[in-house]
């Protein structure tokens, strides 16, 4: 008896899936990308082809890491399906340009799309406060890097919390993680001072993620300024482009994002200085006024005291001119006729028994006729 | 201030001190106030000096596990 199944083509394709899903729930196929399209702003279609064979790849624009261009040699993961009406096809998950010159041209086009955008532009760019208090670290946590940051910002800064977000900065996934920590951060309140993006040096292929669209725009994107330091030595990743600043190395980055206390220890004793010089200066101009001020006064004072020596002069002189008995000396007499003084020859008559005083004593007379 | 306890960031610190430098150089001086001003610069100096010899920083890994 014949045990041939025999399915509907619905049937088919429910069994197929489940069958290619038990056995092969992910795959990653690597290969250069041919019939690359965009449906309606939305869908993505391309091919993923070698010499001999091309697969069909479905997806979302939004899981691109960037704009493509055929010929590109892509490493994508994706979920392979059978599509009951368009046949077979593996939806992707994610892109990854492989190889350093498909890796440079899927940058290049990112820059050049991002650049239009105005992404990069200087003008953008805000400055990094002069002393974060919170510092929003994205990295792998017990990496070269992680470890670098942390002791340069300990030997130069203290008093700053760093909220460390574990991340991947390598592979497949590391965009999305990165991506995920970003917004993490953005959900915060209040926000981190600064978001530093690190990690040490590494091949193309390892350095691939800072150059995925999904990471330049979220770092572009935040509303906490931004440091981002790849170790590395040549052109600098698009998602340093994007930030406000750039650092060559993670130990870099740790130098830009806080000053060094041993310089800020030298010029607090600067400072106590130019306070003290201050202080001083402050009270040898108010001695130097109180001076200047005595030395008035003392100026003024004599200056009265000599006029009014002056003034007495003077006064003496005229005491001496109006001095009575200075006339008698001069030969003068005062004549006076019981208590009252004689000024005219109309108040005495022939007779009158009158007083002359003299310098040198009185004398009576006896007035005769006139 | 209390001695040997730090009670403000840095930046509340240099703030302070940057007003009283500041102020001493204005033309509001004068020195009943000086004498006030300089005292309390000096133990600002005092508290940024501790700071920075002694303040260390904290390191919080995030618990949440970005997609891993």
Redesign the interface.
């Known amino acids: 008896m014949s045990t041939e199944l025999i399915f509907s083509p619905s049937d088919f394709v429910a069994v197929f899936n489940q069958t290619i899903e038990y056995a092969y729930p992910g795959v990653v196929i690597e290969g250069e990308l041919a019939n690359f399209k965009v449906s309606r702003g939305r869908w993505v279609y391309f091919d993923i082809k070698d010499e001999t064979a091309s697969l069909a790849f479905f997806g979302n624009v939004y899981q691109l890491p960037g704009p493509l261009q055929d010929g590109l040699k892509l490493r994508v993961s994706g979920r392979p399906r059978l599509h009951p009406r368009f046949g077979f096809s593996i939806v992707f998950e994610t892109i990854q340009p492989v190889g350093e010159g498909s890796i440079k041209k899927a940058a290049d086009l990112l820059r050049a799309k991002l650049a239009a955008e105005g992404l990069f532009a200087p003008e953008r760019k805000r400055p990094l406060p002069p002393l974060p208090r919170r510092i929003g670290l994205i990295t792998a946590a017990g990496s070269a890097a992680s470890a670098d940051f942390l002791k340069i910002l300990g030997q130069r800064w203290g008093g700053v919390e760093v909220m460390l977000a574990d991340v991947l900065v390598q592979g497949q996934e590391a965009a999305l993680q990165i991506v995920a920590a970003l917004d993490y951060f953005e959900q915060l309140s209040p926000l981190p001072d600064v978001l530093v993006l690190t990690r040490g040096g590494g091949s193309a292929d390892d350095l691939a993620v800072f150059n995925d669209e999904r990471v330049v725009r979220a770092v572009a994107g935040s509303r906490m300024p931004t440091l981002v330091a790849i170790g590395h030595e040549t052109d600098e990743s698009l998602a340093e482009l994007a930030a406000d600043q750039r650092g060559a190395t993670p130990s870099n980055a740790a130098q830009i994002v806080v000053p060094d206390r041993r310089q800020l220890l030298t010029q607090l004793a600067t400072q106590a200085q130019a306070l003290k010089n201050l202080t001083t200066s402050l009270y040898s101009n108010e001695l130097s006024g109180l001076q200047d001020r005595q030395k008035n006064i003392g100026q003024k004072v004599q200056a009265l005291l000599n006029n009014e020596k002056q003034r007495l002069l003077a006064n003496r002189r005229l005491s001496v001119l109006f001095d009575p008995l200075a006339a008698l000396r001069r030969g003068y007499a005062i004549i006076t006729k019981g208590q009252s003084y004689i000024s005219s020859v109309k108040q005495i008559s022939a007779g009158d028994q009158l007083n002359l005083r003299l310098a040198d004593g009185t004398l009576k007379a006896t007035a005769g006729e006139r | 201030m209390a001695k040997g306890k730090i009670t403000k960031?840095?930046?509340q610190l240099?703030d302070e001190?940057a007003a009283?430098?500041d102020w001493?150089?204005s033309d509001k001086?004068n020195?009943d106030q000086?004498v006030i001003k300089?005292q309390q610069?000096?133990e600002l100096?005092i508290e940024?000096?501790a700071?920075?010899?002694?303040?260390?920083?904290?390191?919080?890994?995030?618990a949440?596990?970005?997609?891993?």
């Open positions: 960031n840095y930046q240099a001190l009283i430098m001493f150089e001086v020195l000086a300089y610069a000096m100096l940024m000096e700071y920075l010899k002694t303040a260390e920083n904290k390191i919080r890994k995030i949440t596990r970005f997609g891993k």
